[in-house]
C-alpha cells in the first residue's frame, strides 16, 4: 500500500499509524501519522511543537510508542538490531560518553565499519577544524548541527533521518550542506519549520505535519502553486483534520497561499 | 579508536573520579592515620591491622565511586546506547565487555593508589614499614570489585530507566555509596552472621581486601582479632558469584533499554 503517494520501490521507512506520547503527557506528539519512503527524499514540514522530531526519533526507536508501528529499511524498529544504513544528526545519539569530536568520530567509524577520513575531511572543509578537540556541548548549536549532519551523512546510510538539519547554520554552509544532501544517494526524511527551504529542494517530496498529524505528499517544486483553506473542500489533495477543524490543500486555488507563508504554524491561523 | 579504548580512556580521565575516589579517600586516610589512632597499642602488629582495616574500608568507598561515575555516564547515554544497538555494530555485549575493561582498569588503579597511601601515611605516622602483604592480591581483588561496581551500577540504573522512571535515579545512583558506608562500617564493629557475610559482596570485598593488605585473614568483627576468622574462598565465591549475576542481568537489561532524556530527573 502506497501510503503517501511516494515512489514505488524498495521501502526505506514505513510508518503507519504512529503514536507517540511522551511519560506525564495528556496528547499524543504523534496522533495517526503514516508515510511511506522508498529511495527518495522527502521533506516533512511543520511548526515547533507539531510531532516531526517525535516522528523520527520513533523511527530511530528512542521515542515512546503508544500504537501503530514503523519499519526502517524492511525491519520494524522494536526488533533491528546492527543495522548500519541508518543515519542521524540528532545529537542525543551522540552521546554514548564524553569525547572530543575528534575521537567521537573515530568511534563512530569503528561502530558503523566505516573509516573517519571523509569526516574528518568534511569538518575541515566546513571550517569547523577547531571543534575536533572539545566534546560537542561545548560547540555551538550551529556547530553541533553541522558534526551532527557530517556524522549522518558519513558511512555510506541508505536513509538519513536529519532533524531540521539547518538551524543556526550559516548561510554559505547551509548551502554546503544542501549540495551534500542532494548530492547524496541515500534516501532522506529532513524536518524543518521552515518554508522557504522548499525552495531550494527541487524535485524532493514534500509532507506537512500539524498537531501530530501528516499530510502530503506533495512536491516541493509546488510550494508556490499550494492553497490551504478552511473545511473540506472536494477535490483537494489532502486533507488534514485538528483539532480546531479541518484543513483542506489544494493547487491553484484556495483561501491562503502557502507562497510566501514563512511558518506553517501562522498558516494554520490564517486559515482557522 | 575501539569502544575498549574510548572507555577506558574516558573512565582514566573523569576527574570527578580522581577527586572523590582518590583525593577525598586520602583524606580519609590522614585522619584514620594522624587523628583516630591515639589509643592504638604501639606494636607493629596491632598497627599493620588497624592499617589494613582502614585500608579496606576506604579502599571500599573508593572502588563505589566507580559505580557512582559508571551509573551517571549510563543515565546520560541511554538513547546513544538505544540507537547504537539497533542502527550500529554495538551489542550489548561488546558494551558490556568495554565498560567491563573500563572499570577494571580504573579499579587496579583504584587499588594500588589506595595501598600507597596507606603504606606511605600510615607508615610515616608510625614510623615503621606497613606495606601490603600480598600487592597481587590486592590489585585482583580491586579488578574484581571493578567488575562488581559495573554490574550494579548498569543494573539498578537499567532498572529504573526501564521500570521506575528517571525520578528515582539520584537515590539509584548514591544506592551503592549508602551500601557500602552500611556494610561496611557494620562490619568494623558488629557480629554480623558468618553466611551474611559471604552473601554480602561489601562484605566480601571489605574482607578480602583486608586479607590482601594484611596477610591475615579477615574476622567477623574486622576490629576484633579474638571474632571467627573468614575463610577466603568463601568471599571470593561469593563475590564472584554477583559478579557474574550482575554482569549477566546488564546485558539482558540493556537489550531492553528504554532511552530517556535526563531532564526526565528531579531537578529541585
Known sequence: MDLNGGLPGRSTLSVRDLRVRYPGASVDAVAGASLELGPEKVVLVGPNGSGKSSLLRAALGLAPVRGGSVAVLGRDVRTVRGETGVGTNLEEVYRLMTLPVGRLVSLWADLKGGRPEPVYRGIEEFGLAEVLGRPLFRLSTGQAKLVGNLLALAFDPRLLLLDEPFDNVDFPRRRRCIELLVRSPAAILLTTHELDLLHSLPGWGLCFMLDGQLVGRFRADDIDRLYASRGEVPGALSVLRTADGAVSFTLDRGDVPLRGVSNLGYLRDRVA | ?268
Not at chain 2, 198 to 213: G, I, K, R, T, V
Open chain 2, 1 to 268: 579508536m575501539s569502544l575498549i579504548a574510548a572507555y577506558t580512556r574516558a573512565v582514566l580521565t573523569n576527574g570527578s573520579l580522581w577527586f572523590w575516589g582518590v583525593a577525598f579517600m586520602a583524606l580519609w586516610f590522614v585522619l584514620g592515620g594522624y587523628v583516630f589512632s591515639g589509643g592504638l597499642a604501639p606494636t607493629p602488629s596491632a598497627e599493620r591491622l588497624y592499617a589494613s582495616a582502614w585500608f579496606a574500608v576506604i579502599a571500599l568507598f573508593s572502588l563505589t565511586t566507580l559505580a557512582m561515575a559508571i551509573a551517571t555516564s549510563l543515565t546520560y547515554g541511554t538513547s546513544a546506547l538505544g540507537f547504537g544497538f539497533r542502527y550500529t555494530r554495538l551489542t550489548p555485549v561488546r558494551y558490556t565487555t568495554a565498560l567491563l575493561v573500563a572499570a577494571g582498569t580504573m579499579a587496579f588503579l583504584l587499588g594500588l593508589l589506595m595501598a600507597g597511601l596507606v603504606s606511605a601515611l600510615f607508615g610515616a605516622h608510625f614510623g615503621t614499614r606497613i606495606v601490603p602483604a600480598d600487592l597481587l592480591a590486592v590489585a585482583g581483588v580491586s579488578v574484581l570489585s571493578g567488575a562488581f561496581m559495573m554490574g550494579l551500577a548498569t543494573v539498578l540504573v537499567l532498572v529504573v530507566v526501564n521500570h521506575l522512571g528517571l525520578r528515582n535515579l539520584s537515590f539509584v545512583e548514591f544506592l551503592p555509596l549508602l551500601l557500602a558506608y552500611l556494610f561496611g562500617f557494620s562490619q568494623l564493629f558488629l557480629a554480623l552472621p558468618a553466611g551474611f557475610l559471604y552473601l554480602c559482596p561489601w562484605n566480601d570485598m571489605e574482607s578480602l581486601l583486608f586479607q590482601a593488605y594484611s596477610g591475615s585473614p579477615a574476622r567477623q568483627v574486622l576490629t576484633d582479632g579474638s571474632s571467627a576468622a573468614l575463610a577466603w574462598p568463601g568471599s571470593v565465591a561469593g563475590l564472584l558469584g554477583w559478579v557474574v549475576g550482575l554482569v549477566g542481568l546488564a546485558a539482558v537489561l540493556l537489550r531492553r533499554i528504554r532511552p530517556v532524556s535526563v531532564q526526565e530527573g528531579r531537578q529541585i
